[in-house]
């Protein structure tokens, strides 16, 4: 036996403890601190030895779950309950219950079921355990699908272990449609339980007011899994049993309580980003907005992508959180503690805060734990939990950074044990990661040092852990939280927005924002932002529950399904306040006096309202900046002037009618005023309310100005008999106190605006066209068609499920002409390329044309709108035939102007191609219609 070989097996019988202790004092390899690991004979930490911790030990899985599949299963996991801190303690596996408890249930043996268990908190009597677990029967891939994730709690007192929901109907309904999977339970201070969950109970029940087919989850916006939500539970039954009060697209995560009785958690954004951060919300479901990191998610170890995952209230008010990648190899990462009360971002503070040095998260220990993927010297840390003595210590799961000893021998397909490891701040040269080895700890930041409570063992990871102590409860906050009433009665919110000028605390309009507000001046009339539209989200099922068909998106599935809930006027000063639907995620986009949305100018992240909510903002936000916004307790100084005193002794704007519209307060923006005074009839109204059109009609014009014209030719004009009844443009629901929304499908409601028969026209020819086909046909691919575009219902050549003129106005396509035949083809060059060497090439070409309009933005469609607008009409005359090509037949001749559109199409139907484009151009804008079912 050689001698490398003898001092490999010497070193193999060491206990895993010795190699933990050799950690001790070790520099952090640039972090300069130490963590100091002392193993249980060598002393534990005397003040928690009495509190009993609870604990998940799993066997160690291949990949770390993705935090963005909260609804991931991995079997294997025991939940412990140790009475004491103590690592010799006595303990008792409460796995051993919930598996006799579904092995009863299901009438079969404990020994046939697969469990995974998480979420593990405690009540504030530490009397109560609360966790989520799932139990799928063996083989685990036929029966995974039919089991859901329940909420469980154990009494310590009794010692039993149940479900909280005890009804096995409750528990699992719509199971089969992507509901029921209930996970991160948290204690309310009244003994009501917040959780994360795809039961979507609000959403789901507006689906049948709304006329959806059918009852389901929706779908994230990846479109794996339904989206986890937050709700309340009420074991008590003292109102609703069961009500939702997060409404986002996608995840939101890790529920918890701080101190003032709000709710913090984890909100996946994946609406036009994809990045984890930390917000808040009132139980009621008021108050959502963020808090942390919304900008940061780049605030890793060296600039590594990170989310904010797992937070806690500390007892100093400060915030810890887990931050680490999506799927770390290490299946941990960094503790950070975030300075929320300060800062919104890593290096951005609050408006109130501005100039203040330092940053707003700092590591919880002085040693080095990265969370880059490169070995972390200082180890990671896998779950926290903050302990409530009075000592700022943390109960954590934590792994050291172990490396395989580079002198060890291993066959290829053996794995390492724990003599061919050694600690990676000892060989700081070799890469090979070692497999982490978490246990659980008691961690001491004023000391830097931590104490084992839960050893840990090879090929296993204690996952998290808490203490079950008595802590003290939480403010309450009143149920009852609506700012209005009146709203909350018929299931309303209100929007306030001081001014869309106002970006971040700066006048970003063109000419200033009292200038604007100023009737009679070039300013007043020349204003860019004139309406908003409020959208929501059309919720999708999964594919097993209801497919839909691809080519019902349309050219893109990158816009989803929205529809249209309505518009409001936005007052001159760039004010608005509206009054929206609760209870459902929605955003606007800004519009200009077409009705078309002004550049980037939409609100792509989910917004939401509570019943009798009022959510104010100041203005808009540069994302770009990563200054504070959305948070109602830090904004910058308006920008918006508002209401001053004018030289007749009232307050108001300059040139308005202040007879009719002045103001109660200095600085009350126009949309403040006008809800305070109009209608005239009825001075208490809130504000102005949601229409199916934007119109205007200026009332702010003083009595000896002439006021602006009226914007009034934009409603769905009765007299379209030629769109179907059964598929109206407005979709009224059940509910009469909800407004309709605005569905387009293109079938049904632009194709038409092609086929109606109008006042006749002459065409280039001379003949009487009575319809945009008249012109624009290949009339049975005989003709070429006006302006190279064909407005035909016929099938598409490119998708034969969506109509030929669909595809024709989306998507660019060759320049077609009559070959020497006689047919409609594209048109040809054949090309021949010699090259250095005298060898010939003959190529073919075929000129293209561009699409006549842009999916998703109706201002980015000017070839189409210009035609109506008075500028040029149609494709532009073909680049010249290159010298070095021939073709066989003539040039088509050119139709740009040929024809004057101007007048052709309404103000009505302008503005509904308008919207449609704007939100996306959708083939069908419901995606539940009957005939994508067929």
Not at 21 to 49: F, I, M
Not at 385 to 390: K, T
Not at 539 to 566: M, W
Not at 656 to 669: N, R, V
């Amino acid at each position: 036996m050689s001698e490398t070989r003898v001092s490999k097996r010497a070193r193999r019988l060491l206990p895993a403890a010795c190699l933990l202790a050799t950690l001790t004092a070790c520099g952090g390899g640039g972090g300069g601190g130490s963590v100091t690991l002392v193993a249980d004979e060598q002393g534990e930490d005397p003040v928690v030895l009495e509190i009993p911790i609870a604990y998940v030990r799993r066997p160690l899985p291949e990949t770390a779950t993705d935090l963005r599949d909260p609804l991931a299963f991995t079997p294997g996991a025991e939940l412990w309950l140790r009475d004491s801190a103590s690592t010799s303690a006595d303990e008792t596996n409460i796995t051993e219950q919930i598996a006799a408890i579904v092995a009863e249930e299901l009438a079969t043996d404990a020994e046939n079921l697969a469990i995974d268990i998480k979420d593990l908190e405690s009540s504030y009597a530490g009397d109560v355990l609360l966790f989520a677990a799932r139990v799928v029967p063996e083989p685990v891939a036929a029966n995974l699908e039919n089991t859901t994730w329940n909420l469980w709690w154990y009494d310590l007192e009794t010692g039993e272990a149940s479900y909280v929901m005890p009804s096995r109907i409750q528990r699992n309904e719509g199971m089969e449609a992507g509901g029921a999977q209930d996970i991160a339970p948290h204690f309310l201070p009244d003994d009501r339980i917040v959780f994360s969950s795809t039961r979507q109970v609000a959403s789901q029940a507006r689906l049948l007011d709304e006329g959806r087919s059918q009852l389901f989850a929706a779908l994230d916006e990846d479109g794996d899994d339904p989206a986890a939500v937050l709700h309340i539970y009420d074991p008590l039954r003292r109102g609703e049993e069961l009500t939702q009060i997060s409404f986002n697209r996608s995840h939101d995560l890790d529920p918890t309580v701080t101190a003032d009785g709000e709710i913090l958690f984890s909100r996946w954004n994946n609406s036009t980003g994809d990045h984890i951060s930390l917000y808040r919300i009132r139980p009621s479901g008021a108050g959502l907005m963020p808090v942390y990191g919304f900008h940061s998610e780049n605030g890793g170890t060296e600039g590594a992508r990170i989310a904010y995952a797992y937070p806690r209230e500390l007892d100093d008010g400060r915030l810890a959180t887990l931050t680490r990648g999506y799927r770390p190899a290490s299946l941990g990462g960094e503790i950070v503690l975030v300075d929320a009360a300060s800062f919104a971002d890593l290096e951005q503070p609050l408006w109130q805060s501005q100039g203040a040095a330092g940053s707003g998260q700092e590591s919880l220990t002085d040693t080095e734990v990265r969370s880059d993927g490169l070995l972390s010297p200082g180890g990671q840390y896998a779950s926290l939990y903050p302990l409530r003595d009075g000592t700022g210590r943390l109960l954590v799961t934590w792994s050291a950074c172990r490396v395989v000893d580079e002198d060890a021998e291993l066959a290829p397909d053996e794995e390492p044990d724990a003599g061919d490891l050694q600690p990676c701040t000892l060989q700081p040269d070799n890469t090979v990661a070692a497999p982490p080895n978490y246990g659980a700890w008691v961690y001491d930041p004023a000391s830097d040092t931590q104490r084992p409570v839960v050893l840990a063992r090879e090929g296993f990871q204690v996952s998290e852990a808490v203490a079950l102590e008595n802590r003290d409860f939480p403010a309450v906050l009143p149920r009852a939280e609506a700012e209005n009433a009146d709203l909350a009665v018929v299931g309303q919110g209100q929007l306030r927005i001081d001014s869309l000028y106002d970006s971040d605390g700066a006048d970003d309009s063109p000419a200033g924002i009292a200038n604007h507000a100023r009737p009679g001046s070039a300013a007043f009339r020349e204003r860019p932002a004139r309406f908003l539209r409020i959208l929501q989200p059309v919720p999708l099922p999964d594919p097993d529950v209801y497919e839909v068909p691809r080519y019902a998106f349309g050219v893109s599935t990158g816009f989803g399904f929205r529809e249209i809930l309505g518009y409001v006027p936005v007052e001159p000063d760039g004010s608005v306040t509206v009054n929206i639907p609760a209870q459902r995620a929605f955003n606007f986009e800004v519009l200009d006096v077409r009705g078309r949305r002004i550049g980037g100018a939409r609100h792509d992240y989910w917004l939401q309202l509570a019943p009798g909510e009022v959510l104010h903002c100041t203005g808009c936000h540069d994302e770009g900046e990563g200054l504070p916004h959305g948070r109602e307790d830090s904004a910058p100084v308006p920008a918006n002037p508002g209401a001053r005193a004018l030289p007749t002794g009232i307050l108001g704007y300059p040139n308005t009618d202040t007879d009719a519209l002045f103001a109660d307060t200095p600085g009350d923006s126009m949309a403040a005023t006008w809800d305070a005074r109009m209608p005239l009839d009825n001075p208490a109204a809130p504000a102005r309310e949601l229409a199916s059109e934007p119109a205007w009609t200026d009332l702010w014009s003083a009595p000896d100005l002439t006021p602006e014209a009226s914007i009034d030719d934009r409603a769905y004009d009765p007299a379209w008999t030629n769109i179907p009844p059964e598929y109206p443009i407005i979709v009224r629901g059940f509910d009469s106190n909800l407004p309709g929304r605005i569905v387009i499908n293109y079938p049904d409601h632009i194709q038409p605006i092609w086929d109606r028969v109008r006042a006749p026209v002459m065409d280039g020819e001379g003949n009487e066209i009575e319809t945009c086909t008249g012109c624009h046909t290949s009339a049975g691919d005989t003709v070429v068609p006006a302006g190279q575009l064909d407005l035909d219902a016929l099938p598409s050549d490119a998708e034969p499920l969506q109509y030929r003129s669909y595809r024709e106005l989306l998507t660019g396509d060759g320049e077609q002409w009559l070959d020497a035949n006689g047919a409609l083809a594209d048109r040809v060059w054949e090309c021949t390329v010699t090259d250095d060497e005298g060898n010939t090439t003959v190529t073919t070409q075929t000129p293209g044309v561009a699409a006549t309009a842009q999916a998703g933005s109706a201002n980015g469609s000017e070839r189409f709108f210009a035609c109506f607008e008075g500028g040029s009409c149609g494709p532009a005359d073909a680049p010249p035939l290159p010298a070095n090509c021939i073709e066989e037949s003539d040039p088509v001749p050119a139709t740009r102007n040929t024809i004057d559109h101007v007048g052709l199409l309404s103000e009505a139907e302008l503005r509904l191609v308008s919207e449609w484009l704007d939100i996306g151009a959708q083939y069908f804008n419901n995606p539940f219609d009957s005939r994508l079912a067929d």
